[in-house]
């Protein structure tokens, strides 16, 4: 482990006894909505750091897992448990036909289609008024009766954590090389014998799935949800999360959605600009640090150590 | 439905042809030379609308300086654009480069739309439209501002194909996106051509904002929903076809207005009239990827 890598998990330790040496509960509530972006923009950087394949559905995916959750316990009358893992498995499911769909594509044609497969989901849930009460907002049964924020942040902890250990256990394994062999080189990764077909459907299924959790999460969590969880404008906050964070590592695209969470809340008399001043932070990194803040501080203590 | 009705839904539809058309051919210009597509093509003509806002209502200018200075502001911005964030895209300069172009402009579209926000606010405005009234073609009413707008609008649709067609710079920009590698041997600076399109791109675009302005509301996110539309056209019409932006458009605008028609519940229909194009968009791409009249590639 290098000191970088200490220096990160130190981090999350003392994210662990944060509710514990009185942190007010605003800053932990705004934490633990940072975690959902840390969950949502991890996924995202699994999909196009490691397999190079772009998304701009990961937003609605996320409104997709949120939107199956709370449907299914408000007229299935299923508890909060079950109707959060049919969320899961509607977004992994249509991810996995979504990637089927699109293994032809590449490049600027899959991000196209991927916004239509984004804006048809929000559309729907937006027209099906009757179901989802539209753009008015949809009331949330809370994921456990009566608790405070401190229990809330600490699930939401443990699922970024979980969720994060889950895509490295992944990454690690020969799936994880078989997704990084096609971003490198996906004819040079078939003529080797990986079934790339397979492979690619499966990091996109994968991907929404764990966004899909993300969504159910945070539906459970803030209690109302809105078609706009779901819209390309919320696709470039997560966008500029993980780019900021570094899209190439999905720890640091993490901890990207956290920092920019935290600095969201820090900055609030600066008003709109700060999301400007994002957008400008995101194209710079883009241009001039792909590998982002964190990729950026890991080489410079590479170098020094 | 009477035929007069049907009449008038056929113009509303060749009127909304034209703007999805002028944005359209914007991206197809630069997917023509560049072979990027343009994220931010939406935040473009959104700042069109407000180049169009500032010139006519503080500046005072008549209307059709509006629209006349959204081009200029932004070919600059295009150009501006280029210059700093595509051109190293074409210099080695970037690993990854494909997926660094798309990145780059949707933080480009999400920069633009939040700069909106901070300095104009999110209120609508609405500068003074070119012409004003309703004019009528027998029993069919069209209000002038849409006439009068869709009428530059093919003013300059035409102009851009006749400087396509027979100057020399157009020929460059057809050189180039027919075949990169020959047109440089014969000795066409690619660099100023990217620039160029990228910059007549972006102008088509601010165009278009400006002259919609005045028509519906300038607002920051006016950007999004015309930007889906037009990439649906180039879609539709083949990746970087400029025959294939005007054809696309034109379906595009009449298939909206009628398939309203199928849904019988009307606040349905109109929720869901910005979903049928995305439909047709991800059909063609799974069917056919080069579009109508876009040439096929080994790798969509």
């Known amino acids: 482990m290098t000191l970088f890598q200490k220096v990160l998990l130190g981090f999350v330790g003392l994210a662990a006894v944060l509710p514990l040496i009185g942190v007010p509960q605003y800053w932990l509530y705004t934490l633990t909505i940072g975690l959902y972006y840390a969950m949502l923009a991890s996924s995202w950087s699994l999909l196009v750091g490691y397999v190079g394949r772009i998304s701009f559905a990961q937003a609605a995916m996320s409104g997709l897992g949120a939107y199956v959750s709370v449907l299914t316990g408000m007229y299935l009358d299923l508890p909060v448990i079950p109707s959060l893992l049919l969320g899961v498995a509607a977004a992994g499911v249509l991810g996995l036909f979504i990637g089927w769909l699109t293994l032809r594509l590449h490049g600027a044609y899959l991000g196209l289609t991927t916004i239509a497969f984004g804006e048809i989901l929000r559309i729907t849930v937006t027209a099906e008024h009757q179901l989802t009460q539209g753009s008015r907002g949809l009331q949330v049964r809370p994921l456990i009766e009566g608790a405070g924020p401190a229990t809330y942040y600490y699930i939401f902890l443990a699922a970024a954590v979980a969720s994060v250990l889950l895509m490295l256990l992944l990454l690690r394994s020969r799936i994880g090389l078989f997704f990084q062999a096609i971003r490198e080189d996906e004819d040079g990764t078939a003529s080797l014998g990986v079934n790339v077909t397979l492979w690619k459907s499966l990091a ?102 | 439905m009477t035929l007069v009705a049907i009449a008038e839904q056929a113009a509303n539809g060749l009127i909304i042809s034209t703007f999805y058309a002028l944005i359209a051919l914007g991206i197809a210009l630069i997917f023509g030379v560049l072979k990027i597509v343009n994220f931010a093509h939406g935040e473009f003509y959104m700042l069109g609308g407000y180049s169009c806002y500032l010139a006519v209502t503080l500046l005072g200018l008549p209307p059709i300086f509006g629209v006349v200075f959204a081009v200029v502001i932004l070919m600059a911005v295009g150009v501006l654009v280029e210059q700093t964030l595509i051109k190293p ?53 069209i209000p002038g501002d849409r006439l ?65 302005g005045p028509v519906f509301n300038v607002v920051p996110a006016m950007g999004a929903v015309p ?74």
């Not at chain 1, 956290?258 to 995101?282: D, K, N, P, S, T």
């Not at chain 2, 480009?108 to 070119?130: E, K």
């Not at chain 2, 996106?177 to 088509?204: P, Y």
């Open chain 2, 148 to 212: 009068s707008a869709a009428g530059i609008g093919i003013l300059l649709i035409v102009g851009l194909l006749l400087v396509l067609r027979y100057t020399w710079a157009g020929k460059a920009v057809r050189a180039v996106s027919q075949d990169r590698a020959a047109a440089e041997t014969f000795g066409i600076n690619i660099s100023r051509v990217s620039m160029l399109s990228f910059g007549a791109g972006a102008a088509l675009a601010g165009a278009a904002g400006a002259l919609i």
């Open chain 1, 204 to 305: 996109f299924g994968c991907s929404t799935a764990f966004a899909g959790l993300a969504g159910g999460l945070y539906a459970h969590f803030v209690q109302l949800i809105t078609p706009s969880m779901m819209s390309m404008q919320e696709m470039g906050y997560v966008l500029a999360m993980a780019v900021i964070g570094g899209f190439s590592n999905v720890v640091y695209a993490a901890f990207g959605g956290v920092l920019l969470q935290i600095l969201l809340e820090a900055l609030r008399e600066l008003g709109e600009w700060r999301l400007a001043v994002f957008g400008i932070i995101a194209i710079l990194m883009l241009r001039f640090a792909p590998n982002g803040v964190f990729g950026w501080l890991e080489n410079l203590l590479k170098r020094k150590g």
């Open chain 2, 89 to 141: 895209i074409h210099t080695g300069k970037v690993d990854r480069p494909d997926e660094y172009a798309i990145m780059i402009t949707f933080a480009l579209a999400i920069m633009l739309l939040n700069l909106a926000n901070s300095v104009f606010g999110p209120w609508p405005r609405r500068p003074a439209p070119v012409s004003r009234g309703i004019v009528e073609f027998g029993e069919l009413i």
């Open chain 2, 227 to 300: 930007a889906i539309k037009a990439y649906i056209v180039v879609v539709l019409g083949g990746l970087g076809s400029i025959p294939g932006a005007i054809v696309g458009a034109l379906i595009l605008g009449q298939v909206e207005v009628f398939a309203t028609i199928l849904i019988p519940d009307t606040n349905r229909a109109l929720a869901y009239k910005d979903a049928y194009g995305l439909v047709v968009l991800i059909l063609v791409l799974l069917v056919r990827p080069q579009g109508l009249f876009g040439k096929p590639e080994r790798r969509a």
